[in-house]
């Protein structure tokens, strides 16, 4: 095949390469110039010039952000929420897709309507956060989970996928005596798993930048997410950001204090702690990666 | 280190012992309804942290459990917290937030606060009875009842400590000198301009090579504001004052055009920092550590408060008096204190278990009162509420005329700098929990504070501050006009702020003609101001 | 979807024969129970966070305090629609519509020519390789793209202004110009989600038939004609789907991106729907104007959803049902 590129071919795949090199250049400069400024000394940072590589390097910015207590209760608190919230919003959103994916069931019809109104009509943010109010959920950390435990849209493309397995396999293990549950997790789930995979991913993502819930929904500190405190960090004076535990460790912190701690400047921490949040979804990434590789090609074996 | 550390514990007994407080601090939940993020950034803070706050809640029996309020946004914050019914057990509301009294009315109707009269007028509670009764009755509510307990009462309010009077004119000595200029020249707005035109004409750059502005501004262009000011414009409370004999709203004050117009020329010259409209607190406060901002019209406290050792935004530059402008007899006001409660007022929320314990410290913090007493010792007063027990924690030095940080002293003696010190923590409010003042993270603390306090010696009786006045705060019907398009006149005032300072050339009537007609047909403003009078007539005499 | 024709769950007909009701009941039950069981989660869920907050829309005919139970509140009828005349609505309105129109058409088509691009590398690692970076954007919250923005465009110190003034420009202050807030709100939404959308659309373009491509090929045709005729008629269903699904969007501007990118400057054009509802509900604690806007907005965006979905069918497209 490669061998018969015609000109056009040829110009088209220089094109191509030179506009999708472009597009993933910027999408990798952010996180060059966020890893170079935040290991850059902020009041080297003042000065500009940083777009690549740290100037003059330091740990300082992480050291301090690392031990600020309040980012690592909301680190526990977007990991907490992450995990429970994908894995029983998946697993829930799956076996209700499952279910209306039998085309046979009795009142399927009058489900899927009840479940297709919420997504063209709903009550709006007020009535939404009235009934969170009124259901206990506001300053809980189940605020984070239930309302995502069921999403429509997520459902409806299960649905489809579900669909689009071959009825026969499910009915011959039916006429074998199989109960819902084997077909389930002996058919349905192994064939799907990188949909799952790939659902869970966005449900994981969803929770992990949300920042809204944790501004409106929740108004105890100990309650708020990564994101939240980002929000307020970016908010204000980051510069007041500073461990005291440092500063208690003894000597040695003191000495620091002169020296290295004296070069930290608002947008050194921030960036710190932008790079703090994102380093595990930076870690993870290539391995999710494959995932999705797996999803689409698995996605292509159907029909 | 650890030497301080334990001349600190060896301190903190010895104090103790003094006070004859054995039993452990009470460990109280206060939301701090002002303060956005506290120190470190965090949200919650306990006072015990600290060594020094440690050593505060021994003494006060109480150790804060500071909650701070999320989401910048004070009216935001607390209509969640009326929402969700969130509540820790106390609450210290700053006097701006209190007044007018329509929170503290909701809190009431929603029944998050209690009624504090048994604590007054009590035997068990001798120095709260010497809240004078003017005060209390001010602060009683509607049902008779009161909800509050003052902080930062003044008896004679023209000698309060002036510690909100933090709204500067300020300007880079070297810079100053670099154009062949001295702070006389900088009498009149004529001369600012003199002095603005000649940094940019000279081109200055900083140490690296970046360009110096002539003058800035932080978030929200506070910058203006204090040109407004400047111009006569009063900026607080309602936005009213009596200009000649009629009450005049800085909407249709004709100052507030002349100092807007000031400020579109200097803007059109490219005198102002472009990105002034726009920035961020710390994006200034990085330009002025990097020495790029030759002068300084702006609220000082976003400024003060930085870790970076040796450079502190504002500490070596000068402050001014307010240049004179045309057309302006004084300044504006822009600080305004409440004799009844300047630092607001500490609540008691229906989820305290040991109201007992804040009354405690309440009554004690009372001790040092004396309606009579000297200009000097009422200063004391107001330190004593904000930085704890007088000669435990600061005392007053006659020759310096000025207070000093007992403990930071006698660590000081005890072998360590400021610098030092400075490590361990500074957070003594016992009652007035701000939460900035452990912010004075920085190795010249003792520059910082010099500087701070004689900022406020310099502004606290200047034109520009004043006392509450009665038309500062009137109650407005609650869902009435002024609370329903409060908001929107106030987006479009910033708005229009942005708008007609960055008008381009020739461009400034159109766009004053515009702002006018948006404060009418998007904030209905005539029918607003209309209310306003209507309320001023009818509480006013 | 199954036709009418497969038979119920593999069990052999049975000629009609007269049940009763607790017969038929439990017949459906006995075959059924299992899957309504799984449903049920989804319909208790769904009333909880969807139909219960569509019971109290009541709060835009109220006069509702937050403190006092929502039935004391007194019914007032449609008083709290008057923001209908409020300019300030009509001003998020058009905000609205200026940011979501421009990032709808500009953002949609760009995740499907992405998708055909990528498709059409034949480089398997250069692929891989811009794919994983194109996805990285969706993973960074708004909060972060914020400052992504402001330091990235920064007078002076940023790049961008950097590159300009190397490349002999004057320097701009994006931030700080309002002309500059709607192009960089479309931008970098375009921007964030430009990977991540291409996604769905690489699964389908994969679920196509190669061999629809190897018959085209000994028919000569050419790659743009491929795309034209086989990948773009294949994907033209989940096309239609994502379209639909996008149209809500068109009343959603994005609070959470906005939000952290308001200042001074832009306070004319950054108040959008979204911001405009949060303040007046949430920090001003207006509930019933909020809720009354929100009402509004709801029953026009379903409009325009069915409308769409009414065209897509009769298009030939796939419905949504």
Known sequence: MKKKMSRADRIFNTVNILVLGFIGLTCLYPIIMMTALSFNQGTDTMKGGVFFWPRSFTWVNYRVMLENVELRSAYWITILRT?????????????????????????????????????????????????LRSLGLINSFWVYIFPGLFSIYYCVVMKTFFQGIPQSLKESMRMDGAGELTILFRVIFPLSSALFAAIALFTAVGHWNDWFSGAFYVTKGSLIPVQTFLMNF???DASQTYSRDNAQAGAQALAKMTTEFSTITSTSLRMAAVMVALVPILLVYPFLQRYFVKGVLIGSIKE | MRRIVQLILAASVIVLAAFQVSAEPVKVSIWSAITGVGQEGKTEVSYSDTPIGNMVSGINGVDWQIQYTQNSNFANAFNLRLASDDWPEAINMPSATLMPMDKLQKLIDAKVIVPLDKYYNNPKYPYINMIPKKVIDYWRMPDGHIYNFPTGVYADPKQAYGYWAAAVWAVRPDYLAAVNMTTSDLKTIAGVEKFLRAVKAKGLKNSDGLPVYPISSGENIGLADLILNTFGVSTV????????????????????????????????????????????????????????????????????????????????????????????????????????????????????????????????????????????????????????????????????????????????????DYNKIAAIGFSMNPIIVQGNDSNYFTANLKDVLDWIFRMHKFYYNKPNVAPERPFDSLKMPAEGLWNKNAEVLGRLDLEYKAKLISAPKGGFEAVWKDYQNQLEQQGNWSKVRAEWEAAYKAQVK | MTSAET??????????????????????????????????????????FAYMPMVGLQVAFKDYVIYKPLSEAPWVGFQYFSFITDPVFWQSFNNTILITFFRFLFGFPAPIILAILLNELYNAPFRRLIQSLSYLPHFISWIVVSYILYTFMQLDTGPLNMVLQYLGFEQTNFMGTQDYFRPIVIISAIWKELGWGAIIYLAALSGIDPQLHEAAMMDGAGRLQRILHINLPGIMPTVSIMLILALPGLLTAGYEQIYPLVNATNLGVSNVLDVYVIRLGLTQAQYSVATAIGLALGIVNTLVVLGANWLAKRAGQTGFW
């Open chain 1, 83 to 131: 995990v429970v919230g994908t894995v029983s919003g998946v697993f829930v959103t799956g076996l209700v897709a499952y279910g209306l994916s039998e085309a046979k069931l009795p009142g399927r019809k009058w489900i899927m309507i009840y479940m297709i109104i919420p997504l063209f009509f709903g009550g709006g943010l007020i009535p939404y956060y009235l009934q």
């Open chain 2, 237 to 416: 409370g309602q936005g009213f004052d009596m200009v000649g004999s009629k009450m005049v709203n800085v909407r249709d004050n004709p100052q507030t055009k002349a100092a807007l117009a000031w400020l579109n020329s200097l803007w059109a010259d490219g005198i102002i920092d472009p990105e002034a409209l726009s920035q961020k607190n710390d994006t200034l406060r990085e330009k002025m550590m990097g020495k790029r901002v030759a002068m300084m019209a702006s609220f000082a406290w976003p400024y003060w408060q930085t870790v970076t050792a040796g450079i502190t935004p504002v500490t070596d530059m000068a402050f001014l008096e307010y240049p004179s402008a045309p057309g302006a007899a004084k300044s504006g006001v822009n600080v305004t204190y409440n004799p009844n409660g300047s630092a607001g007022g500490l609540l008691i929320t229906k989820n305290a278990k040991n109201p007992e314990a804040i009354v405690n410290l309440v009554n004690e913090t009372w001790k040092d009162f004396d309606p009579k007493m000297s200009a000097d010792a009422k200063w004391e007063h107001q330190l004593t509420l904000e930085y704890g027990n007088r000669g435990v924690f600061w005392d007053w030095d006659p020759k310096l005329g000025k207070p000093y940080y007992v403990t930071l002293r006698d660590m000081a003696a005890a072998g360590g």
């Open chain 1, 234 to 236: 970016m908010t204000f």
């Open chain 3, 7 to 48: 038979k119920p769950l593999g069990i052999q007909p049975r000629p009609p024969t007269k049940h009763s009701l607790g017969r038929r009941l439990k017949r459906t039950v006995s075959l059924y129970g299992w899957l309504y069981a799984f449903i049920l989660p989804g319909i208790i869920l769904l009333f909880l």
